[in-house]
């Protein structure tokens, strides 16, 4: 759950698929996230196999510990489970008790360490290892764009925001858990078919039951998958159909490899752009403006739009202060 950014070291985290690829890959762990736009099987088919679904949602003070009331607490759980310790940290919280659960993963050193560490840990020891440890933190910390600007000392008041969660669903020695480091134990959702779709229908029935705790026309939610990564199997079914002399096949395995190198190369644009220190750029604008005497215009315009937002929040009912 998000809070005071400067009080744990641990910044917020955008719910984003390649912000989370790359999580995976400092990790050493050769899976992707996706956005998931839909909970259909047809959806779901092209992402199989399926380890864990991240889902953010709009967190709500005594809301139901169960999940939804489709569950019931696991005391005597099988496998890894961490409490989130300090806020900001659920992103990466939830890919470790994801991770940590899937049966035979690659990982890598850092991680495999801290799994050996934390084997037979109570969750409240596994959570301050992994807040403590310097390594993940960095990781967190390197999603996150800079800040360029602090605002520590100033004493502006503070206004309340809605606080956003990352928790994971995942299959565990047969059944399907939620695992949410502020709940004191995971969540057991009862076992599941191997047939069919397998874990993931039960994790159906799971979100969409907490998501009907929501008023009607909400859509504070986010959900994504982490999977195997879809590439390499491609690539070789490309070198394979080509050795064959199938070209229509590997004509149609060429629009798919080429669709995920695209998304690859989105995500690295992106990451470079959330990175990158944009108060240089904003200094040169604003004495560019300056200079050319269009600072002050500029100025009167912004806050303008800025009075008539405030006062389209009012007529709304939101709240929206002018500083």
Not at 234 to 258: F, H, P
Request: hydrophobic share 40%.
């Amino acid at each position: 759950m998000s809070g005071d950014e400067g009080s744990s070291g641990w910044q917020l985290t955008e719910s984003d698929p390649g912000v989370f690829t790359e999580l995976l890959k400092t990790l050493g762990v050769d899976l992707i996230v996706d956005d998931l736009y839909s909970l259909d099987s047809d959806a779901l088919a092209s992402f199989q196999p399926i380890h864990a679904l991240i889902f953010l949602f709009k967190w709500v003070a005594n809301s139901d510990e169960r999940g939804g009331g489709s569950g019931q607490f696991d005391t005597a759980f099988p496998g890894f489970f961490a409490h989130q310790v300090v806020n900001n940290a659920c992103a990466t919280l939830a890919v470790l008790n994801a991770l940590m659960n899937i049966p035979s993963l690659t990982m890598g050193p850092e991680l495999s360490d801290l799994k050996a560490f934390t084997t037979g840990m109570d969750p409240q020891s596994c959570g301050l290892t992994i807040t403590s440890s310097d390594f993940l933190r960095q990781s967190h910390n390197a999603l996150s764009p800079p800040s360029a600007i602090s605002l520590d000392g100033l004493d502006i008041p503070k206004t309340s925001e809605d606080a956003y969660h990352f928790i994971v669903y995942t299959p565990v020695a047969g059944s399907l858990y939620e695992l949410d480091g502020l709940k004191q134990y995971p969540v057991k959702h009862g076992s599941y078919s191997e047939a069919g779709e397998g874990w993931v229908a039960k994790a159906r029935e799971a979100i969409e039951a907490r998501i009907a705790t929501y008023p009607p026309g909400a859509i504070e939610f986010n959900l994504m998958a982490i999977h195997d990564d879809a590439l390499p199997k491609l690539q070789a079914e490309l070198k394979a159909s080509q050795d064959a002399g199938r070209d229509l096949q590997a004509d149609q395995l060429l629009v798919r490899i080429t669709e995920e190198n695209d998304k690859r190369a989105k995500w690295a644009l992106e990451s470079s752009l959330r990175r990158h220190n944009y108060l240089g750029f904003i200094h040169a604008l604003t004495l560019a403006l300056a200079k050319a005497g269009k600072l002050q215009p500029a100025t009167e315009k912004a806050r303008t739009v800025m009075k008539e937002r405030i006062a389209k929040a009012k007529k709304d009912g939101k709240s929206m202060e002018e500083d």
